[in-house]
């Protein structure tokens, strides 16, 4: 069982300060460079599927999410507004959430049905503020990454978007490794803040409802763990101490676009509302870092991992040419790293780099011969191949985003 605290403290992933304060992690060049190929692997993923993607502001005026009804429903787990001015009107907030941005940005250009449906996806930073007590590594955080989509559609495509948005969040999950505990259909309770709209609600539990079975998965629901203006889908997963969280998730939303307004022009000419899928595949990058952390104990697949390839001279005569070879590594886009033997013997370097997918020894006989033997983590020896026939494997390995070694 590992903890992604110790261990990602411990690999130099990253860190927290009392000076940057609580919540707020920085994250060191190894863990950047996870969270950069997680990052870059969802939007090549989410570009595939049909969506665009856009850039918002973190702040907006008070008023923006008076609209949206994250004032009302929400605001104790907002920071408090920033005052610009004298009134209310000047009033900014950190955001909570993207989806009243991405509803102006809907609202801000005519649209057809032949657009529809639009697919609206952007990594951006929201805030939370959440207790000190309940702060923990990267599980609970108050700065947050999130990979978000907001997707606007007609009544009859919600169910295509929704299974799309499922069959996406399994594609990216078989690519980590991660395997969900359980799906949830998390409806409202009694005595929580929800929009009072009964037959909204009814509406979109129905359409999920219908997905859920279509597709064959198993659930459970889960009373009053909605969002504030609808039903979502969460796929949950389970930490080393066994504690659930919510990775991803998927919902139906009615009460947005008549907040704001938001139209699209049908074939008949007229003025029609769209319905709001809000999407997350990996939801918060923070969470989905710390899950991925405990998954492998830091052995992340190639496609992730820090160091790609440990490059091992076995002595110093050999620098030269490992270091031409990282530089090699380096132009096929590989993050390669040199372990000389000033960093102590062979075996040692071995054991340092254990969790790097991918080992070679050069000795006299690899240089001469532009060879390389790869050893995978897993301690299996391959045989040894020409150095361009070796680098090209691990490139196709890494670009298949796979969890397979080799």
């Known amino acids: 069982m590992f903890d992604h605290r110790k261990l990602g403290r411990e690999l130099g992933l990253f860190d927290t300060d009392p000076l940057i304060g609580s919540g707020l992690p920085f994250w060191l060049p190894d863990g950047a460079a996870v969270r950069q190929s997680l990052e870059d692997f969802v939007r090549a993923l989410e570009r595939r599927a049909g969506y665009r993607h856009v850039h918002s502001p973190v702040l907006g005026k008070r008023e923006l999410y008076e609209l949206s009804g994250h004032w009302a429903h929400y605001r104790d787990d907002m920071f408090p507004p920033l005052s610009m001015g004298d009134s209310d009107d000047d009033q900014l907030v950190l955001r ?10 809907f609202r801000s250009r005519a649209h057809s049905y032949r657009e529809l449906p639009l697919r609206m996806a952007e990594l951006g930073d929201m805030y939370r503020s959440e207790r000190s007590g309940v702060l923990g590594g990267l599980t609970r955080v108050r700065a947050i990454r999130l990979n978000d989509a907001h997707i606007f559609c007609t009544l009859d495509q919600v169910a295509g978007e929704v299974r799309g948005a499922l069959e996406l969040i399994a594609v990216a999950y078989r690519a980590m490794g991660i395997v969900p505990s359980r799906y949830r259909l998390s409806l409202p309770g009694p005595g929580g803040k929800y929009v009072a709209r009964p037959e909204l609600w009814e509406r979109a539990t129905a359409l999920l409802v219908e997905v859920l079975d279509g597709l064959g998965v198993p659930y459970e629901e889960g009373v009053g763990e909605a969002a504030f203006y609808g039903p979502k889908i969460d796929v949950q997963v389970v930490d080393g101490a066994g504690r659930e969280s919510t990775l991803s998730t998927v919902q139906v939303d009615f009460h947005q676009p008549e907040q704001f307004d938001l139209h699209y022009i049908g074939p008949d000419g007229a003025r029609h509302r769209p319905v709001m899928v809000h999407r997350a595949i ?33 002595g110093e005569e050999q620098d030269g040419a490992a270091r031409e070879l990282a530089a090699r590594c380096l132009e096929l886009d590989l993050r390669a790293e040199v372990l000389g033997a000033d960093r102590g013997s062979l075996g040692a370097r071995v054991r340092e780099a254990r969790l790097a997918p991918y080992q070679v020894v050069l000795g006299p006989r690899e240089v001469a011969d532009g060879t390389l033997g790869v050893r995978l983590r897993d301690g299996r020896r391959l045989d040894p191949l020409p150095a361009g026939e070796v680098l090209a494997r691990i490139e196709r390995q890494v670009r298949a985003h796979t969890v397979e070694p080799w």
């Open 96 to 105: 909570p959430s993207l989806c009243p941005h991405h509803a102006v940005m």
């Open 282 to 314: 990996v939801g918060s990058v923070e969470r989905a870092v710390a899950q991925l952390i405990e998954q492998h104990g830091g052995a992340f697949p190639a496609w992730l991992a820090p160091v790609q390839l440990a490059v091992l001279p076995l």
